[in-house]
């Protein structure tokens, strides 16, 4: 195992090999010297058991620094390499690729590691549902021989399910499992209103437990700046579809209206008949014309015609 902090030559750092000129290019802006604090470190231990390919870095290493590029990092998806060897060089590119620069990384891996499929409940689990959170499993019985070949998929948030497992002379056995199933979500710290502006301070990520499958929001910038449509206690998951844009332009505010045509652009006063978020369609009046058209909300105060 090396420790390898990503520097420039002068200040000794062992030479890295890339697999195309641009990861070179790239990854050049991540080197940092010994001394420095890394915005990002990634480790990794020679030998690595996945629940399934492809799979988020986050499930293979240990990765700690920079809030956000840890979230960025750890949503890089690998696949298991045919040989089952992954090299320094392929993880690189794809660090490059997610578009992390510009950074002073910290790799702590062997020159190669080696990855194999988990095949234990909690992975099979994983792979029959798609899960890539936590998952407990509890066998009512000990565990048969052979493989499993159903059920072909699990829903998440089940709380049981019945695998069955043939063995090399066809024959089949039932295994019951009970199931708990977890993911990090955005909870609330403190009570929150329908229609509240969710910021940074009302909220944070949690381990929670998931009873059945729902779109909970699983990282701060799905919330922050968004508008709540329902009334949320302490410690409470947000779900995603319970949240909109907070509007930028309120009804009755006075508005820039853009045309846009082939070779020329017109802009005219206006006024807002809807309120809107960005990206949304609102209507507003012409105050010259005085005719009410939809035009889509560009920024503060000002709107386009499509």
């Given at each position: 195992m090396q420790d390898f902090s990503v520097s420039s030559r002068r200040s000794g750092a062992y030479p890295l090999r890339l697999s195309s000129f641009l990861s070179l290019l790239l990854l050049v802006l991540l080197f940092v010297?010994?001394?420095?604090?890394a915005d990002l470190v990634i480790?990794?231990?020679?030998?690595?058991?996945?629940s399934g390919s492809p799979f988020p870095l986050s499930e293979a290493a240990r990765i700690s620094g920079d809030p956000a590029l840890v979230q960025k990092a750890g949503n890089i998806l690998l696949d298991i390499p045919q040989n089952g060897v992954l090299s320094r060089d392929e993880l690189l590119d794809a660090v490059v690729a997610k578009g992390i620069g510009g950074i002073r990384l910290k790799l702590v891996m062997p020159q190669e590691l080696h990855i194999v499929l988990d095949e234990s409940l909690e992975a099979t689990v994983k792979?029959?549902?798609?899960?890539?959170w936590g998952v407990t499993v509890e066998p009512l019985g000990p565990l048969p021989p052979?493989?499993?070949?159903?059920?072909?998929?699990?829903?998440?948030?089940?709380?049981?399910?019945t695998l069955r497992f043939a063995d090399d002379r066809g024959s089949e056995r039932a295994l019951a499992i009970r199931l708990s199933w977890s993911q990090p979500?955005?909870?609330?710290?403190?009570?929150?209103?329908?229609?509240?502006?969710?910021?940074?301070?009302?909220?944070?990520?949690?381990?929670?437990?998931?009873?059945?499958?729902?779109?909970l929001a699983s990282a701060l910038e799905e919330v922050v700046g968004r508008r709540l449509g329902k009334?949320?206690?302490?410690?409470?998951?947000?779900?995603?579809?319970?949240?909109?844009?907070?509007?930028?332009?309120?009804?009755?505010?006075?508005?820039i209206i853009t045309v846009r045509?082939?070779?020329?652009?017109?802009?005219?006063?206006g006024e807002a008949l809807d309120a809107g978020a960005e990206g949304e369609s609102i209507r507003v009046r012409n105050l010259q014309s005085r005719s009410v058209v939809q035009a889509?909300?560009?920024?503060p105060g000002r709107v386009e015609v499509q």
């Open positions: 010297s010994p001394a420095a604090a480790e990794m231990d020679s030998l690595i058991a996945v792979r029959l549902s798609g899960w890539k052979g493989r499993i070949v159903s059920p072909l998929s699990i829903p998440p948030g089940t709380g049981s399910a979500a955005v909870v609330t710290l403190r009570p929150l209103e329908r229609g509240a502006v969710v910021s940074a301070s009302d909220v944070a990520i949690r381990e929670v437990r998931v009873m059945r499958s729902q779109p009334n949320l206690s302490a410690g409470e998951p947000i779900l995603l579809n319970s949240l909109s844009l907070s509007p930028i332009i309120q009804r009755g505010d006075s508005v045509r082939s070779g020329f652009l017109i802009e005219v006063r889509v909300v560009v920024g």
